[in-house]
């Protein structure tokens, strides 16, 4: 029996509306079934048609068969062959397109689905077949959201570790070298301030990474900030100048649509430093309609991409927000990455 929950509504109480195993087996094999009987019936009428045809007519076979007799025999099953092959062509026709469609299904794009056209039966094996679709996507975006904050969490979790532990510690060993610097005797003095200077670029490092992991810009000055200050980051880190454009007066956008655009954002520009060999980088938010336009375009060499980890990542992010992500890459003209948010959802920031 089950235990009532909050509401006094029992625990067990959202299951009821999933049918059992046996029942949903027993759903899967109908369509299977009536396609069985469909090609029976077919075949049936079609031998029953040829055998009443011989029976009726003149026509009769000798034995052995006459020379003069087989022409007519074959023109007959030629005949049958042909309207069986046309009959059951057009009865599977749209299985056609439901292997069209298994084909180009990925979980990571919204996915097309096929017309429930047709007889009975097969319009219940392309409803099941969309059906199958429409939970595997919504399985996978629950699964790829579980990982991703997952993801986020533990970024946060290091962040803090490398600034609260990690930074500390060489704050206080920079500070000491300092003391050291100041007291040792010339002949020692320069080898001093090597060692200062190399405890204080791993610490600028160590912030970096920091920064880079847990954007807290993002959660304390917005997104526009954010990317500000991302862009200038990567400039800084490149080498390569980037152009900014944000529009005024972007509405308050839900956390979860703000970590999405900048995480996306900070991958685009992450993977035109390692591989576009470009000279400049146009990062751009603007409004489209009722939605939002997040763009990174830069002219390095372009040419054809290999979706990996990073590519794969941005898809599972935009997914999370119902947006869809665009990677266009010319040869020797660049690349850019353009994520669309169709709608907005105002919110507060992520924590």
Partial sequence: MDKPGAGGKPVGMGLSSVPPAATRDARAKRPIRALFARLFVINGTLFAAGTLILALSP?????????T??????????????????????????????????????L??????????????????VRNFNGMLDRLEAEHTASSAHTLAAQEGERQRI???????????????????????????EEFREDAETAQQAVRTSLEDVRQVAHRLRPGVLADLGLQSALASLGSEFSRSSGIPVTREVDAGLPELDGDIELVLYRVAQ?????????????????????????????????????PITEGAGVRGMRERASLIGARLTVISRERVGTEVLLVVPELRGGGHAN
């Fill in 59 to 67: 026509a009769t076979v000798s034995s052995p068969p006459l020379w």
């Fill in 69 to 106: 007799e087989i022409p007519v025999l074959v023109v007959g099953l030629v005949l049958i062959l042909a309207v069986n092959g046309a009959l059951v062509r057009a009865s599977l026709a749209p299985l056609d397109s439901l292997t069209s469609v298994m084909q180009r299904a990925d």
């Fill in 108 to 125: 990571m794009r919204d996915g097309p689905r096929l017309a429930e056209a047709g007889s009975g039966d097969l319009r219940d094996v």
């Fill in 159 to 185: 962040a803090r570790e490398l600034h609260d532990e990690i930074g500390q510690s060489l704050t206080v060993a920079l500070l000491a070298l300092k003391r050291v610097v100041d007291r040792a005797p």
């Fill in 267 to 303: 991958e685009g520009l992450t993977n035109v430093a390692r591989h576009a060999r470009a000279s400049h980088v146009e990062l751009s938010l603007r409004r489209a309609g009722d939605g939002l336009e997040l763009r990174i375009a830069d002219d390095g060499r372009g040419g």
